[in-house]
C-alpha cells in the first residue's frame, strides 16, 4: 500500500500569513489522484481539492494544490482564522486508499 | 443536498462486537459506494471498506478483511458497518463517507460526503 508522509507536523503561523504543506507518497500516486481534507475539532473532514489541484465546490480560491507523482503540496495563500485546523492528504490512485498522518496548523 | 446520519456512540467490552449505521439521503442510494473510515483519538484517518447497494459485494482493506462485515439494507437507505473482537485499539470514530460517482459507472475514490461520526469506546 502507498504511504503517504505529510510534513511538518506542526506548522505555527499568524493569520495573513502562506501555508505551505506537503505530502510525499512512497510510490508514484497514479493520475494525481490525490486529495486534501481539513478537519476541525470534533468534526468530520471536509473536502478542499481533489485531483491534486481541483478545488471541491464552495472552497475559496485562497487554498490550492499542486504537485504530481510523489510530491504534492497544499497552499493556503492568506490564513484566515477559520484555517486553523488539521490538514490531510489521501491517495486515491491505488487501493487501499491511505491518508497521511496530517499537518496542524496552529496559531503562533 | 446529500446527507449521511450515523447512529449514536456505543460503549463495548473486549472481544464483543459493535455494529454502527449510516442512514442515506438526498443521495441515489443504490449507485453510493458507502464507505467507512475510522479515526482513533487524535490519530489519522483509516479506510476499512465500502459497498455499493446495486452490486451487494463488500471490499475491506486487508488489515480488517477479517474482522469487518458491511451490509447494506435498500429498503431503508441504510449501510451498516460491524466490527468483531473488539480490543482498546479499535477505540475510535467511525465515519461513513461516500466517493464522487459520475453517474456512469465511475467512482472517483475521494470522499465529497461524510456522516458526522460514531465514537465507539471499548473498555472492560
Known amino acids: 500500500e502507498i504511504v503517504l508522509t505529510q510534513s511538518p507536523v506542526t506548522l505555527s503561523l499568524s493569520p495573513g500569513e502562506r501555508a505551505a504543506l506537503s505530502c510525499r507518497a512512497s510510490q508514484s500516486v497514479t493520475s494525481s489522484n490525490l486529495a486534501w481534507y481539513q478537519q476541525k475539532g470534533g468534526q468530520a473532514p471536509r473536502l478542499l481539492i481533489f485531483?491534486?489541484?481541483s478545488r471541491a465546490t464552495g472552497i475559496p480560491d485562497r487554498f490550492s494544490g499542486s504537485g504530481s507523482g510523489t510530491d504534492f503540496t497544499l497552499t493556503i495563500s492568506r490564513l484566515e482564522p477559520e484555517d486553523f485546523a488539521v490538514y490531510y492528504c489521501q491517495q486515491y490512485g491505488s487501493s487501499p486508499w491511505t491518508f497521511g498522518q496530517g499537518t496542524k496548523v496552529e496559531i503562533k | 443536498q446529500g446527507q449521511l446520519v450515523q447512529s449514536g456512540a456505543a460503549v463495548k467490552k473486549p472481544g464483543s462486537s459493535v455494529k454502527v449505521s449510516c442512514k442515506a439521503s438526498?443521495?441515489?442510494?443504490?449507485?453510493?459506494?458507502i464507505s467507512w473510515v475510522r479515526q482513533a483519538p487524535g490519530q489519522g484517518l483509516e479506510w476499512m471498506g465500502y459497498i455499493i447497494p446495486l452490486f451487494g459485494t463488500p471490499k475491506y482493506a486487508q488489515r480488517f478483511q477479517n474482522r469487518v462485515t458491511i451490509t447494506a439494507d435498500e429498503s431503508t437507505s441504510t449501510v451498516y458497518m460491524e466490527l468483531s473482537s473488539l480490543t482498546s485499539e479499535d477505540t475510535a470514530f467511525y465515519y461513513c463517507a461516500t466517493p464522487y460517482y459520475d453517474g456512469s459507472g465511475y467512482y472517483y475514490w475521494y470522499f465529497d460526503l461524510w456522516g458526522r461520526g460514531t465514537l465507539v469506546t471499548v473498555s472492560s
Open positions: 485531483s491534486a489541484s
Open positions: 438526498g443521495v441515489t442510494f443504490s449507485t453510493s459506494a
